[in-house]
């Protein structure tokens, strides 16, 4: 199953996508966790990629276009896959169906006032790549699944949040009528889910999700 899953930033795709990617035994692609690998290991793509991010802006599309390509043509890929933060423009879109057509699109929708309570509160695992909300580690610091070192994203600083919140509206929001168009779409509105704490459980999303690939 070849399958992409859409949605803001702080929708909770990565944490989705992680989950869905194992229940079905495809490979997770993030462009986002390729793209910090790369910072990482200091490698020209990382290097060009970078001022982008820490801008809140979109990397140019033939970098990112590049790098999946080589990612999907991967033997690990032949069965399927699952994307996570691409497609992200409507040109990606066109590049990928030149590739190979996805076989569904899930588009996760959250409003955008919880977005921005997720994304400053969002810390990141330096040893998983997990993600967790400060608010519900016992410690801000230690990761809660395998003890390793958590940190804040340079780019979930808030004057940078709201730029990716304008680039989302501007740029990606346009590929949900894209993806409708070709009869692909499965829209999970996780407004409507039930609340706890204020916010809405993984679990149920992930159900959501679930049910709505069956
Ligand atoms: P989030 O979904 O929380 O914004 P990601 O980890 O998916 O985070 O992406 C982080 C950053 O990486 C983006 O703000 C962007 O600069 C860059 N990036 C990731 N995927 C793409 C893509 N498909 N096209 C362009 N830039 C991308
Ligand atoms: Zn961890």
């Known amino acids: 199953m070849k399958l992409i899953f859409l949605g803001p930033p702080g929708a909770g795709k990565g944490t ?29 793509t990382g290097l060009e990629a970078k001022r982008y991010m820490d801008a ?50 899930v588009d996760i929708e959250v409003p955008d006032e919880r977005l921005l309570a997720r994304l400053t509160g969002r810390r990141v695992c330096s040893k998983c790549n997990g993600t967790f909300h400060v608010s519900k580690v016992a410690d801000e610091k230690v990761c809660p699944v395998c003890g390793g070192e958590l940190y804040q994203r340079d780019d979930d600083k808030p004057a940078t949040i709201s730029n990716r919140l304008g680039v989302y509206h501007e740029q990606t929001a346009p590929l949900i009528g894209y993806y409708a168009g070709l009869g692909k779409l499965k829209r999970i509105d996780v407004g409507a889910l039930p609340l706890y704490d204020g916010d809405s459980r993984a679990e149920d999303v992930f159900q959501a999700i679930l049910a709505s690939l069956e």
């Open 16 to 44: 989705q996508a992680t989950g869905v990617s194992s229940h079905l035994r495809v490979p997770h692609i993030s462009t986002g966790d390729m793209f910090r690998a790369a910072i990482k290991n200091e490698t020209p």
């Open 56 to 105: 809140g802006q979109l990397v140019p599309d033939s970098v990112v276009v590049d790098m999946v390509r080589e990612r999907l043509a991967m033997p690990d890929c032949a069965n399927g896959y699952l994307l996570d933060g691409f497609p992200r423009t409507v040109e990606q879109a066109r590049a990928l169906d030149e590739i190979a057509t996805p076989d569904a699109v």
